[in-house]
């Protein structure tokens, strides 16, 4: 599995959990059952999905914070995660550079949210990227899930 079939499955996981309420742990068996398992990437789709969850606080903070005139109940579900997802890689996953993790954000909301979704979220993502030192805890705040 590449990499961005790994977050289009942490996006689904993570809407699941975000929305339905649903355990995590279900949500991947529910995906596999659904879609077929999917093989080459399953500590990455987890370390996402986990590390979205436990740093979430962290995230949704940032995003209020750079969408001054949207609450983050306002933003349209599925434009959320995909911020949580960029954004935790941003932030905790230095390996990934952030311009590849903005641009497959941009295009997961072009396939998944609605019209405007890549122009927004490119716009939310990009003034976080610009004044990143901003929004740099400056001690590590929680660690970077172990995803086995």
Avoid: H
Avoid at 134 to 140: D, G, H, I, Q
């Amino acid at each position: 599995m590449s990499r961005r079939q790994a977050r289009e499955r942490a996006l689904q996981v993570l809407f699941q959990v975000d929305l339905g309420g649903v355990d995590p742990v279900e949500a991947f068996v529910q995906m596999d059952e659904d879609y077929g398992k999917l093989e080459g990437s399953e500590d990455f789709t987890a370390e996402l999905v986990l590390g979205v969850i436990e740093n979430s606080a962290f995230i949704d903070g940032i995003i209020t914070a750079v969408s001054k005139d949207w609450s983050l109940d306002r933003i349209a579900n599925v434009d959320r995660i995909i911020m949580r997802l960029a954004l935790y890689e941003v932030f905790f996953c230095p390996e990934i550079p952030n311009n590849v993790s903005v641009n497959e954000a941009i295009e997961l909301g072009k396939m998944y949210g609605g019209d405007e979704s890549g122009k927004f979220i490119n716009g939310i993502l990009g003034k976080v990227i610009e004044n990143i030192e901003e929004y740099t805890p400056k001690e590590p705040t929680t660690q970077i899930p172990d995803a086995t």
